[in-house]
């Protein structure tokens, strides 16, 4: 079955039956999306997996929404319905070609970071990082934290297990026992979890706007390294200059970027056969834990 019908049979059944026809809708990976013309109703976007890992999907995603709007004051899509079939939300708009919307961003992801701070890490639930499940384990400890719940987690995926050869992983071993070493000691925050720039939208009043979230309180630059680290647009630039100051970001924060990120490249690796180059950059970054003879 196309992908249209397969959405507009899935807003059907879920009771939107003035629906008459979906346009697909591209950028994303882990699910079938589109745009569903309605009779007499403004347009909705839905999404839909026609083999969801669980019941619970849609309903954390939506949970999602609602925390970085509520908590972070980030524009989100507002969620029309959320079941365990299908997620349907109000449109947004492309976001423009503009320094300034990145600007507006930079001071609205700051916000989000810094007025969300936490004692501990993790969420209440575990939620989705694409088909894989997000394990929000309630942690004191932000190192032990991010080596158990965001690197080591992945080594036992088929994908990532075939990619990586034994050295690859005791290395990997070796980076989270220095995660201290390595990393400055940051509080957690409520964080995006999956913060690339096709999930950077606008809303209808033009302010930034996000979607697709796996929320977690963990470090801020979470989000900063996804961004940093998927080829963000080239208006783009001042982005990181105005997040930095707004946040009083040390001068080596470039330098984290690889190993902070590391977290998106192995759940890349584990969960699609083309991995855009995710293994490769994986492997750069483990080289220097690598035993030498």
């Not at 059907?12 to 745009?35: K, N, P, Y």
């Not at 979470?222 to 680290?229: I, P, R």
């Not at 590391?262 to 890349?268: K, P, S």
Request: glycine share 6%; charged share 25%.
């Amino acid at each position: 079955m196309p992908s249209t019908a397969f959405l507009q049979e899935c807003l059907h059944r879920a009771g939107m039956r003035d629906v008459v026809s979906v346009e697909a809708a591209t950028g994303g990976l882990a699910a079938l999306a589109g745009i569903a013309a309605r009779r007499n109703a403004p347009p909705v976007f839905v999404k839909a997996m026609a083999d969801a890992p669980s019941d619970g999907v849609f309903a954390a995603e939506a949970e999602g929404l609602a925390a970085l709007r509520e908590l972070g004051g980030l524009a989100t899509p507002e969620v029309i319905l959320a079941d365990r079939e299908l997620l349907v939300l109000s449109v947004l708009r492309p976001r423009p070609r503009s320094q300034t919307f990145w600007e507006q961003f930079a001071h609205a992801l700051a916000r989000l970071h810094l007025s969300t701070t936490h004692p501990r890490f993790g969420w209440h639930r575990d939620n989705w990082l694409g088909r894989r499940r997000q394990v929000n384990t309630w942690t004191e400890d932000g190192f032990a934290f991010f080596a158990q719940h965001r690197l080591l987690r992945w080594l036992g995926e088929p994908r990532v297990e075939a990619a990586l050869d034994a050295g690859d992983r005791a290395a990997l071993e070796r980076l989270c026992d220095r995660l201290p070493d390595l990393l400055p000691a940051r509080p957690a925050c409520l964080t995006h979890g999956d913060l690339w720039a096709q999930n950077v939208l606008a809303a209808p009043d033009g302010r930034p706007a996000v979607i697709d979230p796996a929320v977690s309180y963990t470090w801020a630059e979470v989000d900063l390294a996804h961004v940093w680290s998927t080829a963000p647009p080239p208006e783009a630039h001042r982005f990181f200059e105005v997040y930095a100051e707004l946040t009083a970001l040390d001068g080596d924060w470039r330098s984290r970027m690889p190993i902070v990120q590391l977290r998106q490249h192995l759940a890349v690796l584990a969960q699609f056969d083309d991995d855009w180059g995710a293994a490769d950059q994986v492997r750069a970054t483990l080289a220097p834990f690598r035993t030498r003879t």
